[in-house]
C-alpha cells in the first residue's frame, strides 16, 4: 500500500506521529519506503502553499518527501505534491532551500542550546585540548573555515580515538556559529556529552543528510536522538514549549518562519 497517498491517518488524526513511534512512510518522488525520522512531512498551508512540517507535528493530512534536497527538488520540477495530497499544492521553486535554511536554523538552535548548557569549547588550542582529554561527544567545524586547522584537529580526533572517534560536522558558517555561539570568529568547536549535545548531534545530522554531506559530516555514531525527541529536548530547554531559544513561535499551526 502507497502510505504517502493513504487518507486515513492523516484525516483521523489531528498531527503527524512521533518519529520512530508509528509505521514506515512511502516518498512520493522514490516510492520507497522509510522511517518518518529519515523523511520531510509536508501539509498544505494557506492559500495552498505546501509547507515543510520538519517536526512532523502539525494537522491535517500530509505527503512525505526522502530527506534530501534533490528528491525534494525533483517532487517540486514534477509536481507531485498536488497528485500525492489529491488537491491544487503550490510548492514554491525555492523550497528546498528554504527547507535547508530551516535545517540550518535547526542546528544553529542545537548549538546554542548546547552552549547553554555549557557543553561548547571553543578557539584551536582548547579544542586540541579537549580532544586530548577525550572529553569530547563531537567535533564542529565552520563550513568555510581554513582547510589546515580542520585537517590538524581531525588528525588528533583520530589519534586519541582511533576508529572509535566521535562525529565530526561541518554544517554551519562561521557566521552561523557566531551568531549561535554569541562569539567571534568561531571556526573550530568540541561539544562535550549531555542531552544538549544529542539535541544538536540530531539536528546537524538530519542537515548533512539533507545536502548529501552524510559520508563526510555524519557518522552515525553518537547521534541516537530522533529528531522529534530533539525538538522535545529544545522546547523543554528553551523555557517555553513550542518556541526557539530566541523565543520566537515555533508551535505547530505557525505557519510563519520567516522571523
Known sequence: MDLALETGQDRREPAAPLAGAGPERSCIVTRTTA????????VLGPDHAVVPDLKRKLPGRGVWVGLSKTLVAQAVKKQLFSRGLREKAVASPDLPDLIETLLARDAAQGLALA??????TTGFAKVEAAIVSGKIAALVHARDGAADGKRKLRQALRRRFGAE??????VLT????DSALGRGNVVHTAIGAGPA?????ASARRLALYRGDDDKDGPERGADLTANEAFGQDSEASGATGRDVAGRDRSPGNFSWDA
Open 165 to 170: 572517534a566521535p562525529p565530526e560536522f561541518e
Open 174 to 177: 562561521i557566521d552561523e556559529m
Open 115 to 120: 552552549n547553554k548548557a555549557g557543553l561548547v
Open 35 to 42: 522511517a518518518p525520522e529519515k523523511l520531510i512531512r509536508f
Open 197 to 201: 549535545a544529542k539535541v544538536f548531534l
